[in-house]
């Protein structure tokens, strides 16, 4: 109840701090009989680690995953999988004049009123460390989804400031440092990044995810509704600030007779739903969107006040990426498992033995 | 499990059907000694009301709410608060051609698909009435956020197809069957849902919702972030597409400079964040928004298929919001006053005994 | 979160007390397709309505349940099920005295400590009519597990003060006024309530529930095991105070190679675990007994105190039963319904496509 | 809802097998400020640590406790604390000749059937191994109870086989191998283990937890009672078949004017409630008790079948307590301990600012 774990069915618990001894976690609910090992779970954990590429934080961390329950022979039991990721690069002394003010932007005020104390080494429990966890978990129900459903989850960078990215080339995204589909644009994106990183600055960005061949019939009505847990997923992921689902914003300049996806015997004529309607799956590739903010960690120097309320001036020296978006593709990617996931348990839970009646509709092919 | 309950300790639990007998619902959590009277639940249903205005559905009911229990004597008791609306105007003729036929852009298919049975008249659990019971569960939250915190909560029509609305004057929002905090836009309002109309379509709209008077430390950091249950409780709404807190979706186009919100004894120097950091209230303003697509009904013939997958072409002839968005103002609001209800016995629950020492920036003005 | 809800992915949720409008509540997750009308929830209320039998409380309550959701056409949708049963005998008169005093032996003290605030007519939610709407809520459990998994639940009375019956024909249980499968042991039920009738006092009693036929595989290991939520299940009866499965407290004097069950071929060669192994039911009958507390309204007068501490003297003179053992029979047997039914539902949404390959053993025959 | 997470406000989520590398888990909800360390959880796990005694199973863990997060410089931050036991001495091939066929009384046969897949060695996740962590999670609650409410919690063994034990002098219980506070009938005690050992067979036992201490209101009505939550606590330990509140299975035979507590300025005039009325504490001491089966792992051959359902024969050779219920008693107390402090949390959620105006009545002293 205090926020730590996501799902319902197929839940993560996840635990650790920016500059403790370890990350960790619990996924739990995982059917029995998927084979796993710590390899598949590494291959997503590399993709978000730290010091991958010039363009992100030079943190350096290996981000080894150990799986410590819940696989036997190289097969999941049904037993809660315990998670857990060392920390080996935390150099505290880079925070600890951070002790006594808050960073503009930053956690650091708000967990000191809410908590009245906190571990201000690298933000602590608000670093996005936390999101490592996450990707492990991910990629145990990424793995499920795919070897049972065939479903396919891929993700994008959209947006990096002013530069809006195609999805061109879905091929690209794993070839270039950005996780961008659009390859001819990376050429600015790098310029744009040398940038904001020679001014001392931060760029925001947004991020696409596309679930595909989503078996029709997920989510729950009224609050527990797919794109409801989707926009919860992704507004819980550090930095973001706005969920779009299909048309998104720009429906509210929409026509209904231009939003609305007609059906035809061939399949819905368009996708503006984003795949979701009354908050159930359409059969149609989910698409999602989230907005990050510029990371708040800067060398340009920002007012602050300290803990007892006097002004300050904070500059923050430490390891950042000057975009901090683009990392969270990987993070993303696999929020979006955790939910497509624990909603196909759901969905079986309730309703394992319905037969519609009703032929399933093809999915629109977007490529 | 079923998504009909909504949050954690102050949780509503809500049923029933647009034709069924009754739609209802429990207010579990709430609090003891708070005067509440059935009076102080209708007003909020009211506003929400269809037939209020003719700009919306012309669909006539009178929307009575019974408390059934959890109040004694004038006073909340801390017992569950049953909930019962009678519905008085279901006319099902109106509904039984689509028995056999999924309208375009409404849930008629997934449920068919998820549940291989609905009840389709009117769209059955899918429809907006639904939010009745949201509306009343909010107004209880509502009244002890106002009481016991001083805790204001408002919301406007923030765009209304091409027309953008400022917060020119928040005390018109009542006057006016728009929501509308710009009145010397409503001339410009009213001939866009004329045109509409008589073009048998409809149109998209955004609301925005504030909660003022937040105190710092509500929400859970991680998953269960503030602003991440304001984005699920919103994207719950029907026809909610996207969310946005703060900056929202912009954030993607910003520099940090820009937006981080820099601190001083004075207060924030302004509000991007949207009153939330690291997913715990900072004190400011909550600012969020939502996008919501125009209706899928109209007289416009739609192309569709029935439940044997085959082409037929779809008229919705009932009575109908040309824009959906309008009456989504009080619902967001309900929505949000839901959330932060649950936050703050949350927070309590861990928290109750926590001094900061650090004292609490001021909100920054905003009128 | 204030415990009006039981279950996790089959939940009911109840509101009501003893003197309001109504009592009712939500039943959430129920499988589509189930036929179900109001009819199947009424036989299992009126074996649990208080004016029964001249051995039970004699007010008169027709508890006529009515389904407000959920259904249509006579079978259910998969939303939630809206429930309502009026209270029409409610004669708060009787009730008025004990507004400033505490009844020895109910919760009427505690109710004053916990919310500040008590609806004391008829000991408002702490009354026992309150489990009406948990047998309208596992009828429906029962009436899905019967149909879809042949599984049968049956109960009696198996002590009442010092009088221990025995499990001789199950056909007798509703040919008489103490759910006893012990006929011939009737005219000494008789003796005994006439005779704790005249002396003014009550007595306790033991009830005994079998759920056969139920498939191995449910419950969740560790907390969530099937034996602790029947535990808990029954323990949340009024005036429970213990709880027993298979062999109970007994076990505590037993020899391991006494206790084991040993499997067959043929099946188990005894029932000591109670049908349940690691928290999991084996195939064998489930079988719980669960022991009530005479209750506390009589007229031998009890010394308390009143809301200041000061000493008084309380006489309950209202209707009661002498032994409210009776009637939990059915009540009983509605929550291991609705365990049973919740565990279904958890165990297929991880485990649907589980083959284990190892054959099914027979259950034990106990008759 | 795989079970592996107890709680609501305060929670454990557990993972691990007896033979994997490690046990772990995630306590989230503990309230900031608390000076925590890992000796503090030490001193609790040494109690129940295997090995400890000769009358317990003779496989030597050390049961080193690591804190991964949660806490910073020596106190606790309100962010989830992960826990690690290591496991060392897992000898596998005691245990390889299990892997084809069922223990009789162990959750071989029920695992099997659930998952279709099972971790074989030493029971795998169904060992009591797993309640190690438990016990940590526990002593956590324990000292947040005992520093800021005054809340202790004491457990003994009430029962080995046919031998009863009173509440002679609760000061000895850690003085004996025992927990036993009648240390005149630790001899008797001694030879019962020895005759049992020594034919190859085991015994059960019962224990006893008193809470004192605890401030009236705690326990939600209805389905989540104080009693309630104890007794699924209770019953969630390995080997637990039955338990009791206050009077317990007795209460059946008793009459209403013996068993109900009178009050009296002095206090209650009796406990036979232990400590609960309606589901809430009353200020009295919380009396629980539970019983434990015997071990089912003994010398003494039994029949059973193996994966393919032929007939074997079974002799469990490993290290095994021959009386599981010894080390259940620092078990019991912290389960106690996790219930009364997330209903503790859950209390002050809803009811922080509850002023009853009525006094509390002292408990009754039982010394």
Chains 1, 2, 3, 4 share one sequence.
């Not at 359409?282 to 990371?295: C, I």
Request: charged share 25%; hydrophobic share 35%.
């Amino acid at each position: 109840m205090s926020g730590n774990t996501f799902g319902t069915l197929f839940t993560v618990t996840t635990f650790g701090e920016s500059h403790g001894p370890a990350l960790g976690g619990v996924v739990d609910g995982c059917p029995p009989g998927l084979a796993l090992t710590e390899a598949d779970l590494q291959v997503e954990l590399d993709r978000r680690r730290p010091g991958r590429s010039k363009h992100t934080t030079q943190r350096r961390e290996s981000d080894q995953v150990q799986i410590l329950s819940g696989v036997f022979e190289g097969v999941t039991t049904g037993t809660p999988i315990g998670l857990l990721i060392e920390n080996t690069d935390q150099r505290s002394k880079d925070y600890s004049e951070i002790a006594q003010r808050f960073r503009p932007g930053h956690a650091d005020y708000t967990y000191q009123q809410k908590y009245g104390v906190r571990d201000y080494r690298g933000g602590g429990r608000s670093s996005a460390r936390e999101t490592a966890v996450r990707v492990a978990a991910g990629a145990i129900a990424r793995r499920y989804l795919a070897q049972r459903l065939g479903i396919e989850i891929r993700g994008r960078l959209a947006q990096m400031g002013g530069i809006e990215l195609g999805a061109e080339d879905w091929s690209a995204v794993d070839d270039n440092d950005f996780f961008c589909a659009d390859p001819a644009r990376i050429p600015e994106l790098e310029a744009l990044i040398q940038e904001v990183r020679k001014a001392g600055d931060s760029v925001g960005a947004a991020v696409e995810v596309e679930v595909r061949h989503v078996p029709p019939g997920l989510g729950e009505p009224v609050f527990d509704r797919l794109d409801a847990d989707l926009a919860k997923a992704l507004m819980s992921i550090n930095a973001v600030k706005g969920v779009e689902v299909g048309a998104g914003m720009a429906a509210a300049g929409q026509r209904g007779s231009a939003h609305r996806d007609e059906l035809t015997p061939a399949g819905f004529a368009g996708n503006q739903s984003g795949g979701v309607l009354g908050g159930i799956s359409s059969g149609q590739d989910l698409v999602v969107r989230a907005a990050l903010k510029p990371t708040s960690s800067m060398l340009i120097p920002g007012r602050s006040v300290d803990v007892h309320g006097e002004p300050v001036s904070v500059v923050t020296k430490g390891r950042h990426d000057p975009c901090v978006g683009i990392r969270a593709v990987p993070i993303a990617e696999a929020m979006a498992a955790l939910v497509v996931m624990d909603h196909w348990l759901r969905h079986r839970a309730q309703n394992a033995d319905v037969e519609s009646g009703t032929p399933v509709l093809p999915a629109r092919d977007r490529e």
